[in-house]
């Protein structure tokens, strides 16, 4: 399900409540632990952080028009998505979440290459997201980014 918003207070209003606390509390954790340089907007109908033009003036290599992206959150029909460029760019990343996740969650991890889906939010593991959201700076994100996607 995709939203229609240009603001994050946008897609929020528009979201079924019982789906509102659990993004509005993924969003907390993303803005309390997100290293800075990262900006907040709406993008491919979901909330997400970027690499800002002002840091990053290529841009996405699919539209140089658009900021560089980095993590977006949505809610989808059946599951909540944490959608994290880091763990699909870095296998390190990957395995060490992947590690990590039955540490934090009894459920079994749902993941795609860079997709987590949540089908019940008492299982989203705000700490451990938190933990990786800290691992990747902007400038350690393009490196990254350059090294193993762009082409």
Same mark, same amino acid.
């Given at each position: 399900?995709?939203y229609k918003?240009?603001t994050?207070? #946008?897609?929020?209003?528009?979201?079924?409540? #019982?789906?509102?606390? @659990?993004?509005?509390?993924?969003?907390?954790?993303?803005?309390?632990?997100?290293?800075?340089?990262?900006? #907040?907007?709406?993008?491919?109908?979901?909330?997400?952080? @970027?690499v800002?033009?002002?840091?990053?003036?290529?841009?996405?290599?699919?539209?140089?028009?658009?900021?560089?992206?980095?993590?977006?959150?949505?809610?989808?029909?059946?599951?909540?998505?944490?959608?994290?460029?880091?763990?699909?760019?870095?296998?390190? =990343?990957?395995?060490?979440?992947?590690?990590?996740?039955?540490?934090h969650?009894?459920?079994?991890?749902? =993941?795609?290459?860079?997709?987590?889906?949540?089908?019940?939010?008492?299982?989203?593991?705000?700490?451990?997201?938190?933990?990786?959201?800290?691992?990747?700076?902007?400038?350690?994100?393009?490196?990254?980014?350059?090294?193993?996607?762009?082409?």
């Open positions: 399900m995709q918003a240009s994050t207070q #946008e897609y929020i209003d528009q979201l079924p409540e #019982e789906r509102k606390e @659990v993004i509005q509390k993924l969003l907390k954790t993303i803005r309390d632990n997100i290293p800075e340089g990262f900006e #907040e907007t709406i993008g491919y109908g979901m909330i997400g952080f @970027v800002p033009h002002s840091l990053y003036p290529a841009g996405y290599h699919c539209d140089p028009g658009l900021p560089l992206p980095f993590l977006n959150i949505a809610s989808q029909k059946h599951f909540v998505a944490l959608y994290h460029s880091g763990i699909y760019a870095d296998k390190e =990343m990957h395995d060490w979440f992947v590690g990590e996740y039955p540490k969650c009894k459920t079994k991890l749902d =993941m795609g290459k860079s997709c987590v889906r949540f089908k019940k939010p008492d299982d989203i593991p705000y700490e451990l997201i938190a933990e990786l959201l800290t691992k990747l700076t902007p400038g350690e994100w393009i490196a990254l980014y350059e090294k193993n996607i762009k082409r």
